[in-house]
């Protein structure tokens, strides 16, 4: 409890200090408030811990184990649980719309939806990185003409719900996902400068 | 001089009805409000956000009802900063500029037809049935939207690919009664009798009027004269009498349904403080003689009558004039709707330009489920496709559905008569499922022994 009270005030002490933060391009240095690095890596810890609740405690628990109700892709049509990378998003779009100092994604090499697979040059060095290392990788990169300091995090198969649901979809490009695979990344970025 | 023209110009631009400032011809979907700057232009200045603000304000609701395949924070994600270089499409005006007749396509598009092409260049290397098509045909063939694909998915044409052309039972929702909003605490709950009319003595001795009344379902349900001819009795007192309510009065009980009504064609002029649309001001294809009355929502349902079947065809056709309209007489539709009247065939089976334009919706409130209808004719026909789920599919096949509503001849006939094209978009899904589950079976090991 007191471990979660610690990062539920980090993340609301990240959040109001980012914007101060992100108005330096010494990232590594901030002169005040905290880095961007520090700030991504506890918007990932928050990220990761609801993410993997959602697909263990939820996806996982009521579609395969209890068999009480399924995930789909079409949620609302099938009346079904909405999948853990569709939670993932629309939590990512909320974001987005609410125009807080950083946005975040989801992203992989063997994408479902080809949208998904990496675009820019730090995506695809920090997602072959992130794959070959297992460890979280860090850059900056400059996109439509603004600086950001980009952080990937390897996205685990935590729970079987993610593998298999991976491996026996039809426009799944790998099909022998396991239980602590990394199948992709979570990409955080954070502009930097004003 | 100067200080001259700038009270003059300001004082036309404040004032409704000014088309000084109207700088090119607007849409079908917005020339009848352009007198109202205002509504799209909401400040002096602000330039883009906006306008973007303004066309939220009236379409961001039904962006979200139909699940926006392209929503704005698709392209905020900085990954698609270089598409966003090539297509803004963050913000509506990329593609819908107004005031620009030469350059406006259907839906109000004013991009060249090939839009698709800025983020979707390679789809043939992953569907190579899309590697030969042109890319003006992705929102032109019947098979993609830009905005709402909820009918046209690919998970969704395979499930509803084998449905019959007409379905065993077709039938749409039947209405529920309207909902009071607002409490009247006189009104009783029983069919009232000329008796029972609290109008004034010199308005009760119309006997056509208090026929209409006594028939109609406010009658019926308990509803008297002065529920609908007093503003506010509370306010006003019951000795005050309104000889002519408006819509705001028929609002107080009609929630929803005024809602649509102000939200489409027909009404949106109310709430842009402008006087009513009126036949003579429409672009569309409108009868010589069906004048230039103001429309309400009595223009349709009759002052007192309020006779739902006469407001879902009869109503439509004493204004409209394009041959989709006249060729409603005497179709397939047309035949239901005389044999659900005569009680031929059950409520809910017949087809009537409201069951198509005006379709009726399912809502739970307050735990009950309550069906309306939509009062914006435009809902469902921007695309028509947008029609397939709401409408269509209560009674037709999807595959059906997708050629009918592609075919603009059997739209013309008012549907006399069968499609003559096909929309290959379910042959193609099903091919391409085919081929997946094949390949998915060889790469699996066989359980037969």
Same mark, same amino acid.
């Given at each position: ?90 939590? #990512? ?6 125009? =807080? +100092?950083?946005? %975040? *994604? ?44 980009? #952080? ?6 935590? =729970? +079987?719900?993610? %593998? *298999? ?30 | ?449």
């Amino acid at each position: 409890m007191k471990k979660k009270l610690k990062w539920g005030l980090s993340v609301m002490l990240i959040l109001f200090l980012g914007p101060t933060a992100c108005n330096t391009t010494k990232v590594e240095s901030a002169p005040f408030g905290i880095s961007p690095k520090v700030m991504a890596d506890a918007l990932h810890a928050v990220m990761e811990a609801d993410r993997t609740v959602y697909t263990k405690m939820i996806v996982n628990r009521l579609q395969n184990e209890e068999k009480v109700i399924k995930a789909s892709e079409h949620w609302k049509d099938d009346k079904a649980l909405v999948l853990p990378a569709q939670m993932f998003r629309m939590g #990512a779009e909320r974001v987005a719309e609410s125009k =807080a +100092p950083f946005s %975040y *994604s989801l992203i992989s090499l063997w994408p479902v939806n080809k949208q998904n697979a990496p675009k820019t040059e730090s995506e695809k060095i920090g997602l072959a990185e992130i794959n070959r290392t297992g460890e979280s990788y860090y850059t900056e990169e400059t996109l439509g003409g603004r600086k950001y300091f980009t #952080a990937l995090y390897p996205d685990i198969a935590v =729970a +079987p719900a993610c %593998y *298999s649901c991976h491996n026996d979809h039809q426009d799944s490009p790998k099909t022998d996902f396991k239980l602590g695979d990394v199948m992709g990344g979570v990409v955080i970025r954070i502009p930097l400068g004003t | 001089m100067s200080l001259f023209a700038s009270v003059y110009l300001g004082f036309e631009l404040s004032e409704p009805g000014s088309s000084i400032y109207l700088v090119g011809e607007t849409t079908h979907g917005h020339h009848q409000i352009e007198m109202a700057c205002k509504v799209c232009h909401k400040k002096a200045f602000g330039g883009e956000d906006v306008l973007q603000e303004a066309c939220m304000d009236c379409h961001g609701e039904e962006m979200k009802v139909v699940d926006d395949s392209h929503p704005k924070s698709k392209f905020t994600d900085p990954r698609n900063a270089e598409r966003v270089a090539n297509l803004d499409a963050r913000l509506c005006v990329t593609c819908h500029r107004e005031h620009r007749p030469r350059i406006s396509g259907p839906m109000g598009v004013t991009l060249p037809d090939d839009f698709c092409f800025h983020c979707h260049a390679d789809i043939g290397k992953d569907r190579p049935s899309h590697n030969a098509l042109p890319f003006e045909t992705c929102a032109s063939a019947g098979c993609h939207n830009f905005h709402d694909n909820r009918a046209l998915y690919e998970d969704f044409l395979l499930k509803h690919s084998d449905a019959p052309d007409l379905l065993p039972m077709p039938k749409v929702a039947i209405r529920t009664r309207s909902r009071r909003v607002l409490p009247v605490s006189d009104r009783q709950d029983s069919p009232l009798t000329p008796q029972d009319a609290d109008a004034p003595p010199e308005m009760t001795e119309d006997l056509q009027l208090m026929s209409e009344w006594l028939e109609s379902s406010h009658a019926k349900n308990g509803v008297n004269c002065r529920d609908c001819h007093t503003l506010n009795k509370d306010v006003d007192g019951p000795g005050h009498w309104l000889n002519t309510p408006d819509e705001s009065v028929c609002q107080s009980c009609h929630e929803s349904e005024a809602k649509g009504f102000f939200s489409g064609k027909h009404g949106m002029r109310l709430v842009s403080n402008l006087p009513g649309m009126n036949p003579a001001l429409a672009k569309a294809n409108m009868k010589p003689d069906a004048g230039d009355k103001p429309l309400g929502c009595v223009s349709c349902h009759g002052a007192h009558a309020f006779d739902t079947l006469k407001a879902a065809v009869q109503a439509c056709m004493q204004c409209h004039n394009d041959p989709h309209s006249r060729a409603y007489a005497g179709s397939p539709h047309d035949e239901l709707f005389q044999n659900e009247i005569k009680g031929i065939k059950k409520p809910g089976t017949g087809v009537s330009c409201a069951t198509c334009h005006m379709p009726r919706f399912a809502k739970n409130k307050d735990d009950m489920e309550v069906v309306s209808v939509q009062h914006n004719q435009s809902w469902n026909l921007r695309p028509n496709e947008k029609m397939i789920r709401e409408v269509c599919l209560n009674c037709h096949g999807l595959r059906f559905s997708i050629d009918a509503l592609a075919d603009k001849r059997l739209i013309e006939k008012n549907f006399k008569g069968r499609p003559s094209r096909r929309v290959e978009s379910i042959d193609w899904a099903k091919k391409r499922n085919n081929e997946k589950k094949e390949k998915k079976a060889a790469r699996e090991p066989s359980h037969a022994l």
